[in-house]
Antibody
Framework: EVQLVESGGGLVQPGRSLRLSCAAAGFTFDDYAMHWVRQAPGKGLEWVSSISWNSGNINYGDSVRGRFTISRDNAKNSLYLQMNSLRPEDTALYYC????????????WGKGTTVTVSS | IQLTQSPSFLSASVGDRVTITCRANQGITSYLAWYQQKPGKAPKLLIYAASLLESGVPSRFSGSGSGTEFTLTINSLQPEDFATYYCQQLKNYPLTFGGGTKVEIK
């Protein structure tokens, strides 16, 4: 069974850092691009970042560019999101998602991990 | 690329046919997907490439459109279909989602 499990969320003060992880199972991780998406409480979906299978192509949303860094370790079947200089508006449920073959469609999603930025 | 969904809220009954529209502010050919999200759950892919049904998704769901205007249609709404639906464009970065359409029980 294809499975994505996020971890690393929590309560953090503004300006501090947090690193999210996404453990993948049930598919050949290094064959697929991966994404991070977030959802603020009561709000819609916001794409955060994407990374190609070999980390050669990385993209960020405007609201996180320069503060967040996406990475992956194919040997560990893991995706990461390093979040620096966190702001209250970064408070959200963070999902990792797998890209479908060939396309970038988000075909499998994890259950998410919650990040709360507050003093 | 901005995506505008309409309506934002929709009240319907079991058995109704429901149509949700997603408009892009520039052409995205068929690089559009639809997702369903139920409360407390992760989104689920329904439709990709504007009109292709994801494996395992009931055939009462269908998508159409190209360019700047797209629709998601649910034929004969079922109790499990009450959820929020999002469109997403994958033509260009930054990838963007529509604001969502919440389908509620009348």
């Amino acid at each position: 069974e294809v499975q994505l499990v996020e971890s690393g969320g929590g309560l953090v003060q503004p300006g501090r850092s947090l690193r999210l992880s996404c453990a993948a199972a049930g598919f050949t991780f290094d064959d697929y691009a991966m994404h991070w998406v977030r959802q603020a409480p009561g709000k819609g979906l916001e794409w955060v970042s994407s990374i190609s299978w070999n980390s050669g192509n990385i993209n960020y949303g405007d609201s996180v560019r320069g503060r967040f860094t996406i990475s992956r370790d194919n040997a560990k079947n893991s995706l990461y999101l390093q979040m620096n200089s966190l702001r209250p508006e970064d408070t959200a449920l963070y999902y990792c998602a797998k890209a479908a073959a060939i396309t970038m469609i988000f075909d499998v999603w994890g259950k998410g991990t919650t990040v709360t930025v507050s003093s | 690329i901005q995506l505008t969904q309409s309506p934002s809220f929709l009240s319907a009954s079991v058995g109704d046919r429901v149509t949700i529209t997603c408009r892009a502010n520039q052409g995205i050919t068929s690089y559009l997907a639809w997702y369903q999200q139920k409360p407390g759950k992760a989104p689920k892919l329904l439709i990709y490439a504007a009109s292709l049904l994801e494996s395992g998704v009931p055939s009462r769901f269908s998508g159409s459109g190209s360019g700047t205007e797209f629709t998601l249609t649910i034929n004969s709404l079922q109790p499990e279909d009450f959820a929020t639906y999002y469109c997403q464009q994958l033509k260009n970065y930054p990838l963007t989602f529509g604001g969502g359409t919440k389908v509620e029980i009348k």
